[in-house]
């Protein structure tokens, strides 16, 4: 199985306990005690995805994170596995570009969803927007005196997805029987996707972190043939979400959805 991972954790015991899980399922992992080392791998071996502790010694798993995205080195996801979770921890995990998180003792099949998902998708991380808004949210959530620990975000709400999916046949169908004969889904039906299913995740900090799970299962539903044509837009994601088509079309993908939860 293709994809290396670099697994970063100070308790040795719990390296080697998701280091054999992973290897066991295929995976080449190089794992290391310490955010120093980490440094080497991401330099000399460039792994395709990161998981890291975040309470270390000398470099922090926030620090690293931060680290590679102030020198522009962070061309990979970066997932936090931690023991601690409350909300801060994931506010402070997005803010450093930290892009997913579980925490310690997670199911371990869990886990390799987690790591399969972002090894096949061509995001490279959580797009900037949805990044924001859960950060926002996850913010707020510390000012609620009987806000829930966050546990490991869970899997994708069904609801959500369908919600999103019937807003985006209704864009289809309004715009032309024609509209899924052509090669690819415009920007315009990019940008409207993203705007529905950023409002459909309002106040869900775990929806917001998986946007991209949404945003790539809604559109592999509604129609493989441009699934398969239009990931190779998801790795300029940001670039393509700041042109005047997309936020336009993002704007009635708000109002679509805003309507849709009145």
Not at 37 to 44: L, N, T, V
Not at 128 to 152: D, G, M, N, T, V
Not at 223 to 240: N, V
Request: with cysteine.
């Amino acid at each position: 199985m293709s994809g290396a991972i670099l697994l970063i954790d100070d308790e040795p015991m719990m390296g080697q306990l998701y280091h054999r899980a992973l290897s066991a399922r295929g995976y080449t992992l190089f794992t290391v005690t310490s955010g120093e080392d980490a440094f080497e791998i991401i330099h000399g071996e460039r792994p395709e995805l990161v998981i890291s502790d975040i309470m270390m010694p000398g470099i922090s798993g926030y620090e690293l994170c931060d680290k590679l995205v102030r020198a522009n080195e962070k061309r990979m996801p970066f997932l936090f596995l931690s023991a601690n979770d409350a909300f801060s921890t994931l506010c402070d995990g997005l803010t450093a570009g930290g892009d997913d998180f579980l925490v310690k003792g997670v199911d371990l099949n869990f886990l390799e969803d987690r790591v399969r998902f972002w090894l096949k998708t061509p995001f490279s991380g959580l797009p900037a927007e949805p990044r924001r808004a859960a950060i926002a949210e996850a913010a707020s959530a510390l000012e609620r005196i009987h806000a829930k620990p966050i546990e490991s975000l869970g899997a994708m709400r069904e609801d959500l997805k369908s919600a999103a999916l019937a807003l985006a046949h209704a864009a289809i169908f309004n715009a032309g029987a024609d509209y899924l004969a052509r090669s690819e889904p415009p920007v315009s039906f990019l940008g409207f996707l993203a705007g529905a299913i950023e409002t459909l995740a309002k106040g869900d900090v775990a929806a917001m972190v998986r946007f991209p799970d949404y945003y790539d299962a809604v559109l592999t539903t509604l129609a493989p043939a441009w699934a398969i044509k239009t990931r190779s837009l998801f790795t300029d994601y940001d670039a393509i979400a700041a042109t005047d088509l997309f936020r336009a079309a993002h704007r009635s993908g708000v109002a679509a959805a805003t309507q849709h939860r009145i």
